[in-house]
């Protein structure tokens, strides 16, 4: 059973930082793509950061460019995600998505059960 593991959620005042850190065990984690994910209070999940399998290339939406990093580590199965200059918008939980480079199923990709990040004074 694949399993991917969110942790470094937690409470945080604006301006200040977190890093996420997204364990995953029991697939080949050099042959997918990660993203993380966040979801606030009554609306949709939306699509934070990718990194591509190898790690040389990522993308973010544009509300946390400049200010979120996602990056890998392929020897240690770990995909992370460093939040700088939080804002109370950035509150929401925060998910960790794997899918297969090439599409192999399943067709949705797998999903951590999430952590929360509050962004408040």
């Known amino acids: 059973q694949v399993q991917l593991v969110e942790s470094g959620g937690g409470l945080v005042q604006p301006g200040g930082s977190l890093r996420l850190s997204c364990a995953a065990s029991?697939?080949?984690?050099?042959?997918?793509?990660m993203s993380w994910y966040q979801q606030a209070p009554g609306k949709e999940r939306e699509l934070v950061a990718t990194i591509s399998a190898s790690g040389d290339t990522t993308t973010y939406a544009d509300s946390v460019k400049g200010r979120f990093t996602i990056s890998r580590d392929n020897a240690k199965n770990t995909v992370y995600l460093e939040m700088n200059s939080l804002i109370p918008q950035d509150t929401a939980v925060y998910y960790c998505?794997?899918?297969?480079?090439?599409?192999?199923?399943?067709?949705?990709?797998?999903w951590g059960p999430g952590t929360q990040v509050t962004v408040s004074s």
């Open positions: 998505h794997a899918r297969h480079r090439f599409g192999l199923p399943p067709r949705d990709g797998y």
């Open positions: 029991r697939f080949t984690f050099g042959n997918y793509v």
